[in-house]
DNA sequence: AATAGTTGCAACCGCATATCT
DNA sequence: TAGATATGCGGTTGCAACTAT
């Protein structure tokens, strides 16, 4: 199957993730630039010499295309089969600080790859779905309605540079970190404010001013849905444990 | 046994962002 | 600094395998 541009399309075949491996291996993760005709030609050149011209013909696939067999399939760090208690408990935790944020979900589950959480999650949320419309379904005649998921996210914040606070931040720091905020004139805090100096930081903060004011950070329309499909950790999920910080102090950045 | 519906997974597509020239 | 190119991400689709009728 080739596409209008003449590069091939749909399923993989072994030769191709062989020659997709060896080419890996070759170049390391990343380059995909390299995945190219002549650079493929050179490493099946040299592996088998009498069959480069039928080989090289096999992977004639994007870029895009190599980059997604590879993060989801080949790499050999990949985890199979089904998601146990502590993933899913994990993913569900994630999914509700981050949202459909699945690259950032699936980087604190190992093995897993942004397209399996994606597509458990689709599959997990269809299924809770549809098993409490049948329980509604007998008890009354109420319908569900999903809203789509908000995650509140810190708006960008630009501080002036004659600000009080800042002045009174750089004051308090010695030189070197002063240098690294200096440049980067777009942060949102000020690099030398040590540990919240991403926007994971301010969330932070924006989590304890809610906190404070006695509300629900995440968004009144996620607590209706899961109360409503009565998970049973509700009450777990909807609190900013102490483990949700945890988790953004190990680094999700 | 045949058919329709459902599920799980792999792959594609378009867009955003980063990097290079 | 702007445009081109490379890479990464999330949404969506296609399809084979499975299940229910």
């Known amino acids: 199957m080739e596409g209008s541009s003449g590069v091939r399309k749909g399923a993989w075949s072994n030769l191709e993730d062989d020659l997709l491996k060896a080419c890996v291996q070759q170049y390391g993760e990343g380059k995909w630039h390299l995945v190219t005709l002549p650079f493929l030609y050179i490493i099946i050149k040299k592996m088998l010499p ?14 895009k295309s190599c ?21 899913v408990d994990l993913m569900l935790r994630l999914h509700r600080l981050l949202g459909n944020r699945w ?6 589950l190992p093995g897993r790859t942004p397209n399996d959480v994606k597509n458990y999650w689709n599959s997990y949320i269809r299924k809770k779905v549809s098993s409490h419309k049948k329980d509604v ?18 708006q960008p914040r630009t501080i002036s540079r004659t600000s009080p606070w800042l002045r009174e931040k750089l004051l308090s720091n010695d030189q070197s970190r002063d240098k690294q905020c200096t440049h980067d004139k777009t942060c949102n805090v000020p690099n030398s404010s040590g540990s919240n100096n991403n926007w994971w930081g301010t969330m932070l903060e924006d989590i304890e001013s809610n906190e404070k004011n006695d509300t629900c950070w995440l968004g009144e329309q996620d607590g209706a849905l899961l109360k409503d499909l009565n998970w049973d950790n509700d009450a777990e999920l909807f609190s900013l444990t102490s483990e949700v910080e945890n988790f953004l102090e190990e680094g999700l950045t």
């Open 50 to 63: 009498a069959f480069s011209m039928i080989l090289i013909d096999s992977l004639n696939r994007c870029r």
């Open 103 to 108: 690259s950032l979900i699936a980087g604190r």
């Open 137 to 154: 379904n007998n008890t009354s005649s109420k319908e569900i309605v999903i809203e789509p998921h908000v995650v509140i996210k810190p």
């Open 67 to 87: 980059r997604l067999r590879w993060l989801n399939y080949l790499n050999p760090n990949i985890k199979r089969g089904m998601f146990d208690e502590d993933e």
